[in-house]
């Protein structure tokens, strides 16, 4: 029997077509949108700003009180106490005008924060305790501060000193041996942190706040403190981790928030530290709390940008430690291998630290201390691997394996280098 020619083409199954969910999101984002504005009462009908033009009428204990009216209304409160509007009339910067007079408790400032306080704690009642926590504080730490000068930030500084008795605590903690008062480190990380580092949108006020933390302490200690604040944590009990530079490798993200200090201190905003005071600042932090595995060292000058980075070089090249600045350029090779960086960066900086040399003869004996440290750290990975006597978790072979591709890597960009620059 003869199978018709309609029935030659492929037979598609019915798809069971599914209601999208992202219509679904927008479904019921409309209607808790609709909710909220029903909420809302009377108010709906008109635009927010509209809406903060008439909360201009009501002073702020009215205020507080109407927040206590609906979730709704209270989450407008908060849209407008964070607005540049509400900041101006709420957060007044004026603390010494006229009508504040010292030990008395009606003073009208005062008086006004009372009421301002009591505000804050109505809008946010119905929020869980961190977020409140994390709301006022943003609101008093960051808005009330905001465009205060240097004079007047000093003075807070002084007084959150003396309230929470921070110069004694950090005292305790550059004192003693590193990790002996782990409950103290994490206090005091967590404080400088949270209340004066993280939050802040412009550098200049970052780098202001740090600079006040580590500027009454000699260098040695200004490195402990930076480790204290930015350096990698257990991720077990959540302590700070001083073994992991000296006895393992650090990935990038255990090292980013010490880069991230190092170049805001570098930057030009920091207007309290010289170049030599940063670079001697990365040198002492290398030895906290013992020497650092030169791996750890290398990725932190890498992520901590060229600048920091080649000046670091150029003062080990300029005091004559060409040694431990051609190791330093065979772990920056490694580093870049490992990582995924493009090696010509190495090949380019190396070409750069010839150049601070003066003569001819030290820029050749750079370069053969540069090729004896690859020969040196490859015999002795590869001695070690011959051994066989390492544990599970030595990666002796896998270095190595990274540190002769590394080596060939560099090379072939020395010689692309040189075909290009004799072709021109």
């Not at 479904?27 to 700003?49: C, M, N, Q, W, Y």
Request: hydrophobic share 45%; proline share 3%; aromatic share 10%.
């Amino acid at each position: 029997m003869a199978v018709p020619s309609s029935s030659t083409f492929t037979v598609i199954p019915n798809l069971k077509f599914k209601r999208s969910s992202r219509r679904l999101a927008v479904a019921r984002a409309k209607e808790t949108d609709s909710a909220d504005r029903s909420a809302l009462g009377h108010f709906r009908v008109i635009p927010i700003e509209i809406f903060h033009s008439l909360l201009k009428y009501l002073s702020v204990k009215d205020i507080s009180i109407l927040s206590m009216v609906s979730k709704a209304i209270s989450e407008q409160l908060i849209s407008y106490i964070s607005s540049p509007a509400g900041n101006r009339r709420l957060l007044c910067q004026d603390f010494h005008c006229a009508g504040f007079v010292e030990g008395r408790k009606d003073a009208p400032v005062l008086d006004h924060y009372r009421v301002l306080g009591l505000l804050f704690k109505r809008c946010t009642l119905l929020l869980p305790t961190r977020e409140r926590l994390k709301y006022i504080h943003k609101i008093i730490s960051e808005i009330l501060t905001a465009g205060w000068d240097e004079l007047e930030c000093h003075r807070v500084y002084i007084f959150l000193c003396d309230l929470t008795n921070l110069p004694r605590k950090i005292q305790i903690l550059v004192s003693s041996k590193p990790g002996s008062s782990y409950k103290l480190e994490l206090r005091v990380r967590l404080f400088c942190r949270h209340v004066l580092l993280d939050h802040w949108t412009q550098r200049t006020d970052s780098a202001f706040w740090l600079s006040r933390l580590l500027k009454p302490w000699p260098m040695v200690n200004q490195a402990r403190l930076l480790y204290i604040f930015f350096g990698p944590v257990s991720s077990i009990d959540g302590h700070i981790s001083w073994l992991k530079m000296t006895q393992g490798l650090a990935d990038e993200n255990s090292l980013r928030g010490l880069a991230d200090a190092v170049k805001l201190l570098y930057d030009t905003e920091a207007k309290e530290w010289t170049a030599d005071d940063v670079i001697s600042l990365v040198d002492e932090l290398s030895v906290v709390p013992q020497e650092w595995l030169l791996e750890n060292n290398a990725r932190l000058l890498i992520l901590s940008g060229n600048s920091i980075c080649f000046t670091f070089m150029a003062s080990k090249a300029v005091n004559g430690r060409t040694a431990d600045l051609a190791t330093l350029v065979v772990f920056l090779a490694l580093v870049c291998e490992k990582d995924l960086y493009c090696m010509d960066w190495a090949v380019k900086m190396m070409q750069r630290i010839c150049r601070v040399f003066s003569t001819q003869q030290e820029r050749k004996t750079f370069l053969q201390n540069v090729e004896n440290s690859f020969s040196r750290i490859v015999m002795d990975l590869l001695q070690s691997v011959i051994s066989g006597q390492r544990n599970e978790e030595d990666s002796s072979f896998l270095n190595l394996f990274h540190l002769v591709n590394a080596q060939a890597n560099f090379h072939k960009e020395i010689l692309y280098m040189t075909l290009n620059s004799t072709s021109v």
